[in-house]
Each structure stands twice: as C-alpha cells, then as structure tokens.
C-alpha cells in the first residue's frame, strides 16, 4: 500500500462522463488498496471563459477579483467529481487550496507555493477517505487573500502535495499519453518518451510545453519526486520524469535531442537608436525589473561607429507587453534612444537534450534544416542543453517539423494520439 497523489487536467474532466471517467479510476486506485489525494483542474476551458468574462467587464482586472473569480473554476470540478466518487460507494472530500494548507507569496496571477500544511488532508487519508484538492490556488497567510500559480498551476499543486505527503508517486493525467519529442498538436509523428530527465523537462518547460507547468518540475526536482505523464483515457504506460534516465534503458536517452519546444506566448520589444555607453542596458533593464516583468532573451547589436548608437531587442511575455512600451516611453528622454518596436508576430523554437554537451555540430544541423524549411532566424539563446530561436510566428510549426525530422525523432508509425482538449 502507497500513498498515491494523482491530478487531472482541465480536458480530463470536461463534462459530466469525465467526471465519471476519472471518478472510476480514482475508485480503482484506491481499491487497489492505496491512499489517494487527487489534485483536480476546472473543467474544459472554464479558466479561459472566466477571463473572458473578466475582460468584458473590466479591461484590466483588479489581481486580487480575478484570482477569486479563476479559484471558482477549481471549487466547481472538486465538489463535483467528490459527488462522482460518492455516488460510487466512496468517501470523497474536497478541499480548496487553502483548506488544504497551500500557503503561497501575495502576489497575484502568480503566486509561488511557499510551504503546504496538509493537516487536513492527512486527517481524511487517516479516516479512509479520498481527498479531492482544487489545482492552482492557495492562500497568503498575510494578506488573508486567495492567490492563482499562474496558468497550468495545478501540476504545481500535485507536485507540492506530493512531496508534503511523501507520496510515493505524484501522477499527471492528462489528454496525451505521455511527454512527447514534441508537441503531438503540431508534429503527428511525435515519439513518446519512456523517460525524461528533470533536468531536460525544465529546459522544455520552460520553453513552453506545456505538458507540465515549470515550477511543479523544480519541486519535484528539489524533492526527488518521481512523476509519471499518462493519459486519462487511456491505460497506456506514460512517460517518467526523473533524475537519471535508467542504465542501459532503450528509450531515446541515446538520442542528442530529448525533445523540441515551441512558444508563441512570447513578444518581442526593440529599443532603437540607444547610446552605447556603460550603464545604459542596466537603466533600461532595471525599469522593466522594477515593473515586475520576466524577460527572457536579449540581443544588442554592434553599435555603428559613426552614431554610436545601437539596438537592442527583448523578448517578454506578449501579456508584459504594454506594460514594457509605457515603462520604456516614461525613460525615453532620460536615456535618449529614438523610439521603440514591439512585434507580437513571433514564434520560438528549441531543441532540448542532455546529448549536447557530448556532440559538436547540433546547432549547424539545426540551423540549415531551419533554412532548408525557408524558416528565418532572428534571435539565438542558449545554455548547456538547450538551443533556442525566433522566427515569424507563421513559420513556427514549419520549423518544428523540419527540426523533428532532421533529429531523426520521427515514430515509424503514428504512436502519437491526442484524446481531448481544445488545445486553448
Ligand atoms: P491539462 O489540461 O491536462 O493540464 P495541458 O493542455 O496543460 O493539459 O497539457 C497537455 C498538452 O500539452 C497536450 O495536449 C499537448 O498539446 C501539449 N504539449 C506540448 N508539448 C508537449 C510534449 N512534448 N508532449 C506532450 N504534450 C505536449
Ligand atoms: N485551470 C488552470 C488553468 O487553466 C490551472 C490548470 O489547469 O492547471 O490554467
Ligand atoms: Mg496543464
């Protein structure tokens, strides 16, 4: 007997026959003699519709209302699918994130888990009930307030839960049958992988595949805590996140690339006509710091010597991106640059894989199958696993698959089956 946590995306309890869909399962689960805490997501696209709503009354939602209105999605799909579970001769409780002692930051849309206090749900466990917890949602001890993780959360919330239970495994149910070398939305020949290693599913994580939401990688990382990807309609074994892939294992661990990421979240900003001087890329950059704004990669060309001026170009998330345009406008005068652009019409693309390190010529491979495909690169990051870059955002999917297809992760047969969701 174990203590097993599970979550079920949004997709996997979409309607009134999900719910009872998982509602079995978890019932299985337990019949077969284990302790279950149950991680839930709001049904379908309710997140979407909700912010939907938000923006129809209010252009710029008040942080602390929206998180009370998005924590409503969760609330929905926790009481109800306890109902399911009842109706089948089980005990179910639901829980809200803050019942369930998740303590986050104060800061809203994007809290982070600070500590999680399960008394409570130790205390159902220990009665012989199944806990049902609301994803993506918990309280900040000060201000008293309901805060959201940020979208795709409630992978994080398993995750923490898990480790405060010392769960033996913390499953993600979701509607792939596992992580694939890239997302089976764009690349229908996608391969599942048997294994991935926390440390490359941060690195595709964080460059947006969303499978799995960053920071419940990071914890599960920090913890040690095994996570096992599947699908909720289907009993296909999924894919293993974990620290190393097994010794000797078949999977695609001989391969350079574990798998391709693709984003088009993001927007690019380029300041133009900067003075090249020391101290000019730390005012801009601490202005958009102060303003609470992540950006992730930076390019500053060779300043013209006649001019000495020069551009230099972010990219952020395309929902920073009038925040970054004001705050750059008030600086203008003070540092003198001659005006900005901001261009949402990006993609970004990047080949993940602990292989790199020991192989040469991966970026020169990616690079003309890039412009084999006619994709144009506009930006370069790196790091040890990890090669990213912009394009138009058109040519995004193009580029996935001819970098798919170059790194030999084509499956012989389709293997890759996408069972529900909008992909909203
Ligand atoms: P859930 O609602 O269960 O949380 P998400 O939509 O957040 O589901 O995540 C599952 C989706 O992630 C899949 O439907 C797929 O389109 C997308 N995805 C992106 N990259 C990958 C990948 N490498 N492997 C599998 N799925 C991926
Ligand atoms: N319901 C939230 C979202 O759609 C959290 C989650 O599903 O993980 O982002
Ligand atoms: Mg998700």
């Known amino acids: 007997m174990g203590l097993i946590v599970q979550k079920y ?3 996997s309890v979409a309607d009134a026959e999900g719910l009872k ?3 079995n399962r978890i019932v ?13 997501s709001a049904m379908g696209d309710t997140t979407d519709e909700l912010l939907d709503l938000a923006n129809q009354v209010s252009p710029l939602p008040n942080g602390r209302e929206l998180d009370m209105l998005l924590t409503a999605g969760e609330r929905i799909s926790m009481a ?3 109902m399911a579970i009842n109706n089948l001769g089980h005990e179910a409780r639901s829980f809200t994130g803050s019942q369930a002692g998740v303590l986050t930051t104060s800061t809203h849309g994007r809290a982070r888990i600070i500590d999680v206090a399960p008394g409570r749900i130790t205390e159902a466990l220990a009665e012989g009930a199944i806990a049902i917890v609301a994803g993506f949602q918990g309280i900040n001890q000060e201000t008293k307030d309901v805060t959201t993780l940020g979208r795709g959360g ?4 398993a995750v923490a839960l898990a480790a405060a239970l010392e769960a033996d495994v913390c499953e993600i149910y979701t509607d792939v049958d596992g992580i694939f070398t890239a997302d089976p939305r764009v690349v229908p020949s996608a391969r599942k992988l048997k294994t991935v290693t926390y440390e490359e599913m941060l690195e595709l994580a964080a460059s947006g ?3 799995l939401h960053l920071r419940c990688v990071e914890y599960a990382r920090r913890y040690d805590m095994p996570i096992h990807v599947r699908s909720s309609f289907s009993n296909n074994e999924g894919t293993w996140v974990v620290k190393d892939h097994p010794e000797g294992g078949t999977n695609m661990e001989q391969a350079v690339i574990a798998g391709i990421a693709h984003d088009k979240s993001e927007a690019k900003v380029t300041v133009v006509g900067v003075p090249d001087r020391a101290g000019i890329a730390a005012r801009i950059f601490q202005a958009i710091a102060d303003a609470d704004i992540n950006i992730d990669m930076i390019v500053q060309n060779v300043s013209a010597a006649a001019t000495g001026l020069t551009d230099i170009s972010f990219t952020l998330p395309k929902t920073e991106g009038s925040n970054a345009t004001t705050i750059l406008q008030r600086i203008q005068g003070e540092i003198g640059f001659s005006s900005i652009q901001y261009d949402d019409q990006i993609g970004k693309l990047s080949l993940v894989g602990a292989g790199m390190r020991s192989h040469p010529g991966v970026t020169a491979n990616f690079f003309s199958c890039l412009a084999d495909a006619g994709v144009n690169i506009e930006m370069i990051s790196t790091s040890e696993i990890r090669i990213s870059i912009i394009c138009r955002e058109s040519d995004l999917d193009k580029g996935v698959r001819a970098a798919h297809t170059a790194f030999d992760l084509d499956a012989d047969q389709v293997e890759a089956v996408v069972y529900g969701g909008s992909g909203r």
Do not use: E, F, I, P
């Open 9 to 11: 995306g949004g997709s």
């Open 21 to 23: 869909r998982v509602a």
């Open 28 to 40: 299985a689960t337990k019949k077969a003699g284990h302790q279950v805490v149950v991680v839930v």
């Open 80 to 82: 109800l699918l306890a």
């Open 154 to 157: 409630s992978d994080t919330t």
């Open 209 to 211: 595949a969303k499978v």
